[in-house]
């Protein structure tokens, strides 16, 4: 479709009329209209009335490659004249999703060699949901069902998904299914107090041990997490954590799934943060940077336990997707495995641009409304705050964050705010001076942000 830039009005109206869009105030949006993005290449989005901003986000923490990745586009031309779909169900597959399940058993952790194929990351995490209680029940343990989450942990808007996640306003939305528990994350800017890393690290984790003694073992299926949680608001979680809460998954026979729907394809300087951080998950979500959000697909990578118990005496196993193992998305997945390896942006992320984020953020710390900066790999976040006595927290949670995000957009960048957390998630291809801009940008909206408030 052509773009006529001169009428971003028109769309404004039209969309505003009729699309009722996601996570969106829809009275808000009648009023406002959204901002009408019309192309994007490189680092830059450009929207309808002739703004170019620099997207620190990779779309929803999802574009690693960046935008206008000619290979990609290529690899899904050339797919679509081949084969644009066939189904998967029948006794069938396609060459592209044959190569995929391959490859991703191997960069995947050891372990993980089987893969099943969804859309979205909600939907893998359905199917998690429905074979890990399938697995149970083929154990012999037909009661352990429940599965334990975190607050702030995100695992998609499905019903399920989000009745496993534990974000309360969506719980509050018609997504509060049983046999779901959630426990408090390793918050450390929350909660950490007085206590040493260690002791943090050790406490966090033996909440999940209360928690399933509270519900008994015998009715707990597995806990997700995880490894860094993104939409929660980068919680990164203290050195040792997952090694507790692993010992704790053998002690009690749960299972335990790494949700890398963010953490995955490079984005921790590793090709998975269970890589990076010593995890070895029964199962492991995969989305957004498995096909760099070129078109959706999403995976869940199946643990050799789990697998042999299905693949031994599960019988038909009654799940799929019509679009399960799509094979044009199968074929862009796998030219953007192809192009992260040529352009070498793990290991970028892990000796160059990830170092390089962390001391420019660290460079933050001394701002007035700033109470901590973190990062890992390309993740970073910036707690807003009142006062840093304390620190004090801004009682109207929610409004600096925005203010300081509005003010970024309005000076050419794309950030998000989570509650007072400022958040970047940027694409692996991002440059050092990339980097230094973003930055430059994120110290303007601080400022601009702090004088709105009156805090000098
Ligand atoms: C985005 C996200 C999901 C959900 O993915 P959708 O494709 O939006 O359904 C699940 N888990 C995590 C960690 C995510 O960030």
């Known amino acids: 479709m052509k773009i006529d830039n001169s009428t971003s009005s028109t769309w404004q109206q039209m969309d505003a009329a009729h699309h009722l869009a996601p996570f969106t105030d829809y009275a808000e949006i009648r009023e406002h209209g959204a901002r009408v993005i019309t192309h994007a290449d490189g680092h830059y989005i450009y929207d309808g009335d002739g703004n170019m ?24 031309t050339e797919q679509m004249r081949i084969l644009p779909y066939y189904n998967n169900f029948f006794k069938t597959t396609n060459q592209p999703v044959a190569a995929l399940s391959q490859r991703l058993a191997e960069i995947t952790p050891d372990g993980l060699n089987n893969v099943f194929y969804a859309n979205s990351g909600s939907e893998a995490n359905d ?17 352990k069902r429940k599965i334990i989450g975190r607050t702030y942990g995100y695992h998609g808007s499905t019903v399920m998904a989000a009745s496993m996640g534990g974000m309360v306003d969506m719980h509050r939305q018609a997504a509060d299914q049983p046999d779901f528990e959630h426990i408090r ?132 196993f009654y799940h799929g997707f019509t679009y399960s193992g799509h094979p044009v998305a199968s074929a862009v997945a796998l ?15 892990r000796d160059e641009t990830g ?15 700033v109470g901590e900066v973190r990062s890992y790999g390309m993740l970073g976040a910036i707690e807003l705050v009142k006062s840093k006595d304390g620190p004090t927290l801004f009682e109207d949670v929610g409004k600096a964050g925005a203010l300081c995000r509005d003010h970024a957009i309005a000076h050419g960048m794309m950030m998000r705010a989570v509650r007072d957390g400022m958040i970047m998630s940027p694409p692996l291809t991002f440059t050092t001076q990339d980097i230094d801009k973003m930055v430059d940008i994120v110290t303007l909206a601080l400022d601009k942000t702090a004088a709105d408030l009156g805090i000098t």
Request: charge should be negative; glycine fraction near 10%; include cysteine.
């Open 53 to 76: 901003i620099l997207d620190a986000m990779a779309g929803l923490w999802c574009v690693n490659v960046g935008y206008g990745q000619q290979s990609l586009v290529d690899a899904a």
């Open 127 to 143: 199917t998690i949901i429905r074979m890990v209680r399938h697995f149970w029940a083929l154990e012999g343990k037909p009661a």
């Open 185 to 316: 994350p390793p918050y450390a800017f929350l909660y950490q107090g007085n206590s040493d890393e260690a002791e943090f690290a050790a406490h966090s984790a033996s909440l999940l041990e209360d928690k399933i003694v509270e519900v008994g073992a015998d009715n707990v299926a597995a806990f997700i997490a995880e490894p860094i949680q993104g939409a929660g608001g980068v919680i990164i979680p203290p050195a040792g954590y997952f090694d507790h809460i692993q010992a704790i998954c053998k002690r009690h026979d749960i299972l335990f799934i790494a949700d890398e729907v963010i953490t995955g394809f490079g984005r921790t300087g590793h090709w998975f943060a269970s890589q990076a951080m010593g995890l070895a998950p029964d199962m492991m979500t995969l989305a957004k940077g498995l096909t760099s959000g070129y078109v959706p697909m999403s995976a869940v990578m199946v643990g050799d336990r789990v697998a042999q118990r299905l693949i031994a005496d599960g019988g038909e």
């Open 335 to 349: 030219a953007n495995l192809d192009l992260i390896e040529e352009l070498g942006l793990v290991t970028r992320v």
């Open 355 to 369: 170092p390089y984020l962390a001391s420019a953020l660290a460079r933050l710390a001394d701002h007035p409304i």
